[in-house]
């Protein structure tokens, strides 16, 4: 009995310190024309104003959307909070989170598609929830203490096609981007293939987004004159973010990068 306690002691204390840490991502909410967008904001540890920091975005997966401006934060966010990381890559961390309703990409979902999960749609229009974040980087690159040349996009799942999706809209925006277990529109790629450096990555027994998807934006990518780098794990369904963010190089390679 004596056992059972401690450990329930120390999962409470654990559970709270990770509560603890994940509230150093403010709430905040965008509002443009009447529509909200709801983000967490990690601001530079011993942030100064009088200096600039790299800012980096990170779009959630399918499963984090809604509007308790929470879900976003359960992959990724710790990345960021390590203290290792947060001294050697201190930054601007945003975590803006996708209406329940909505996509980041502004495509058609066709699962039984062989060559690609996604679809140009009829409208050039980004999504509702695509545009807010649009919006928010547009606003927040103007801020002093932004450095504009070191602005990152990453983003798994649904955030992976946003990622790519978001280098479409904004190819001068971004200094690297790292799509996970994603997929996009070929079309596309030359807005951004030769502007932005990408590190893809998949697990290569994906069975919800194909391995296939992220190879052939590599492909196309390379066709179109950019040189990404991508990474495949073996035996790895659909959680392949795990790997991703376990990489020794990540946040490293993301942040060697500076927009030319």
């Known amino acids: 009995m004596k ?3 401690t450990l329930i002691i120390i999962l ?35 942030f100064d104003q009088n200096k600039i920091y790299p800012l980096h975005l990170f779009l959630h997966g399918a499963g984090e959307r809604g509007n308790d401006n929470e879900l976003q934060l359960v992959h990724g966010a710790k990345l960021f909070l390590n203290k290792e990381n947060r001294k050697e890559f201190n930054s601007w961390v945003i975590f803006p989170q996708c209406a329940s309703n909505d996509y980041w990409a502004n495509m058609s979902f066709d699962l039984s598609d062989k060559e690609s999960m ?20 547009d606003s927040l690159v103007q801020k002093k203490q932004v450095n504009t040349d070191k602005v990152y996009v990453s983003g798994l799942s649904m955030g992976g096609m946003g990622t ?19 997929d996009g529109i070929p079309q596309y790629v030359s807005e951004y293939a030769k502007k932005v450096p990408l590190w893809i990555f998949h697990g290569s027994s994906d069975k919800v987004v194909s391995p296939r998807y992220s190879l052939k934006m590599a492909n ?14 073996e ?24 927009k030319n």
Request: some cysteine; hydrophobic content about 40%.
């Open 3 to 5: 056992k059972n306690s």
């Open 12 to 46: 409470f204390f654990t559970s709270a310190i990770n509560a603890q840490n994940l509230n150093l991502f403010e709430k905040e909410i965008f509002i443009n024309e009447g529509d909200t967008l709801k983000y967490r904001i990690l601001k530079p540890e011993n």
């Open 118 to 137: 996604t679809k140009i749609r009829d409208s050039d229009e980004p999504n509702l929830s695509l545009s807010l974040v649009l919006k928010l980087m």
């Open 164 to 182: 790519f999706e978001i280098l479409f809209r904004r190819p001068n925006m971004f200094a690297a981007a790292t799509p996970i277990c994603g």
């Open 220 to 233: 196309a990518i390379i066709a179109a004159g950019g040189s990404p780098k991508i990474t495949f794990y």
């Open 235 to 258: 035996n790895v369904g659909h959680n392949s973010w795990n790997n991703a963010f376990s990489e020794v190089d990540f946040l490293k390679w993301i942040h060697s990068k500076t």
